[in-house]
Structures are given as structure tokens and as C-alpha cells.
Nanobody, 123 residues
Framework: VQLQASGGGLVQAGGSLSLSCAAS????????MGWFRQAPGKQREFVAG????????YYSDSVKGRFTISRDNAKNTVYLQMNSLKPEDTVVYYC?????????????????WGQGTLVTVSS
């Protein structure tokens, strides 16, 4: 599976941004998907995840209620809708896939990673 993230950019605090992650391969619909983010000098942290069938979702406490993960298996794409953005959300965001299909927050359990997309939230 190859992943291509897009949608990052500059937004004012309180604004919204939507990230997309397009996947190649026929088996996308079987993969659990996740969004992570990483600030310079820090570990990559889990943001949101969704199971292969979209039934299960999981969010970090820092984004719960503000971010929403979704997927369209027909388009091989997973999305991250980010609302009420804060300056501390300014980091590089990565999408990831895991063949097991379930949703987990442990980055070490994801086998495939896309390149990052930078989100900058101005105050």
C-alpha cells in the first residue's frame, strides 16, 4: 500500500482544514487507517484512527470533539476533518495503514506510512 497525504496549509485559529490520504492498491478496504502528527524533536503521536469497515473510531484526547476521521473505500481515501484548530495543532500530519484492519493508537503497529503534510495554525 502506498499512501499520499494532502490538504495541509495555513489556517487561522478557530478555523477548519480537511486532510486527505489517497491509497494505492486493491486491498485498501481491509486496512485499518490512522492519522498521526509529529512536532520537531518529538515523537510521532496518534491523532485518530478508523477500522477497515469504518465501524470503530478512536481519537486522542487532544483532538476529540474537534477532529473527525472518515473513509471512502470506493475511493481508497481516508479523511481527517479538523475543526476549531488551535496553534498547538501546528505540526506535520501523517496517514498510516495497518493490515490487521482494526484501529489502534500505537504507531509501531502501522506498516505503511505516507509522507507528511504540514498544517500551520496562526493565532
Amino acid at each position: 500500500v502506498q499512501l499520499q497525504a494532502s490538504g495541509g496549509g495555513l489556517v487561522q485559529a478557530g478555523g477548519s482544514l480537511s486532510l486527505s490520504c489517497a491509497a494505492s492498491g486493491r486491498t485498501f478496504s481491509r486496512y485499518g487507517m490512522g492519522w498521526f502528527r509529529q512536532a520537531p524533536g518529538k515523537q510521532r503521536e496518534f491523532v485518530a484512527g478508523m477500522s477497515w469497515n469504518g465501524v470503530s473510531t478512536y481519537y486522542s484526547d487532544s483532538v476529540k470533539g474537534r477532529f473527525t476521521i472518515s473513509r471512502d473505500n470506493a475511493k481508497n481515501t481516508v479523511y481527517l476533518q479538523m475543526n476549531s484548530l488551535k496553534p498547538e495543532d501546528t505540526v506535520v500530519y501523517y496517514c498510516a495503514a495497518r493490515a490487521a484492519g482494526t484501529v489502534v493508537g500505537n504507531r509501531n503497529l502501522y506498516e505503511y506510512w505516507g509522507q507528511g503534510t504540514l498544517v500551520t495554525v496562526s493565532s
